[in-house]
């Protein structure tokens, strides 16, 4: 996943060269299948409800290969977004106990803005706890 990233980073920066950040899909799906395993990769991207955040990320995928690279970039953060968000704030309260970085993540506006944040990818229509 990290070569994923990594070639992804280095295709935004030269302008959303599309042959970087195909290389960095293709990875980042194959570290993705690799870390979590086969068949827990093809649950997680097989749930129904999640199919809005699937058709999003894989689309953006299938347009940066066409060579549509700015529009499949929006498309793919937009279901990563849907997809992954439901673990940011996961993320986010584990990094409070992180010395520097945990004092602006225990900044009352960072921590609403995390706290909501799962809950609107997730598609959740529940009042907050």
Known sequence: MFLGF?????????????????????LFLTGLT????TSRTLRFFTRKD????IVAFFG?????LCRWP?????LQV?????????????????????PVVGTVFRHPSVEGFFSSFG???????????
């Open 50 to 53: 999640r199919i809005r955040g």
């Open 34 to 37: 690799l870390t979590i395993g």
């Open 70 to 74: 700015v529009v499949g970039m929006i």
């Open 119 to 129: 809950r609107v990818a997730a598609g959740d229509r529940r009042a907050p706890v």
């Open 60 to 64: 953006g995928v299938t347009l940066v």
């Open 78 to 98: 937009y279901g990563l977004i849907y997809l992954f968000g439901q673990f940011f704030p996961i993320a986010a309260a584990s990094l409070k106990d992180v």
């Open 6 to 26: 990594t070639f992804l980073f280095l295709g935004i920066l030269f302008l959303f060269d599309s042959t970087l950040l195909a290389l960095g899909d293709i």
